[in-house]
């Protein structure tokens, strides 16, 4: 299912160019149509944008997290680091029940991920008025897309079993998370 | 990006769209870039969506179809369904030649006086060279089948796989073919690609990307790049010539193709010959 460099399709091939480019694009690959509009937009929504880093690497890990998505758990909590969180803050993502992070804004924040990727229906009026506090009505619509989006990775890679790859495996050993 | 009409038009992309009927086939030739064979996965392409292609590529402007598989003859109904292509669009069916006797032969009739031509392959004029990569009787039934076809009023033309190093042995195969009634105009000479079986058997040549015409071809898996795309090794369909997997509408493997083409040098696939 997922496919090489020898393999990649013409389309697809610009994503092999620096070498080994993951198992999502691989898999995503075997579908070219697929893979061109679904990268572009996977990048965009996760990606570096007018949110810092940290706070959406806050929210794909603990939506990663909810839905016990291995491979992106693994994946976002590398990122997670270079992105200036702990170890100790990634554990407290990754727990369940999860621990605080200490502040109103991260915490109002971890409350929303919660109920829009932990809940059904509507989220609570006091779980929602909380974020609403902290976040720009243009993040609060950009945070729940990460959330969604996180959330049809998770389930990507759950269901099609992705392996964590070794350099992945190597800096969560090394930084006490595996 | 502009249309296909325009890019068919503008010769920048190829007019003719191949359709991979079927994978099957009665002979299992050495250099076969599908490693077809009478037990391998069928893969059909129904007629009802091979005519529907046709139509929708009609109207993006492409003006040529070609058939392929495996054995396309194969398949039931295939005379009726060319016949139906060739109303649409002028099509070349590719045939191995050892299937028109009989009933099938009876049945091929119907590609009379229609827009269809069909190729046959005959790669010597030796039988036991020719029946060396193409399998026990393929020269005798090939040769006792070009003419029963042209006397029945159908276009025949030749493709010769395989290059010999001795040019006498292709003036011996044209010589041949103009005995059969088949002229120099309708008799095509390629090299082995490196493909599919030919790989396993260490046999052709190496095509990229930029040696192959960018002939938009569809199949059961998928779209390609070319007809020399959609081909098996060890039984696993290869992927790098691959378009998308979307083939209807069709309009979208064609802007995908014409989107690959616009970015190419022209003229740089004509080294290899690969027609």
Redesign the interface.
Known sequence: ML?DA??????ARPYYQNGDPGPLVAAL?????LLEVSLPFLTTVLGASSLDARTKEIVIVRTSALLHCVYCVNSHSVVALDSGLTAAEVVALRDEPRAALGGEREDALLGWVDAVAGGNGPVADAVAARFGRSFADHEVVELTLLVGATMMLNRFCTALELPTSPAVIDRLTAAGLR | MSTPAAAVAAGVLPGRVWLYSNYHCNLTCTYCLTESGPGVQRRELTAERMLETARQAAELGFTALGVTGGEPFLVPDMPKTLAGLGAILPTVGLTNGTLFTGRRLAAVEVLAGTDVALQISLDSAVPAVNDEARGPDNFAKVVAAIPALIERGITVRIATTGESDNPDDLARLCELHRGLGVPDSDHVVRPVISRGRAVTADLGVDAT?DDLPAELTITADGAF?SPFGPTVINGRL?????????TDPLR?PAQ?LL??VEGRPAGGDTTLNIR
Request: cysteine-free; glycine content about 4%.
């Open positions: 496919l020898a393999a990649a399709p013409l389309t690959a075997t579908v070219p149509e | 990307v790049w290869d992927t790098d010539l691959l378009l998308t997997r979307t979208v995908t989107g690959l």
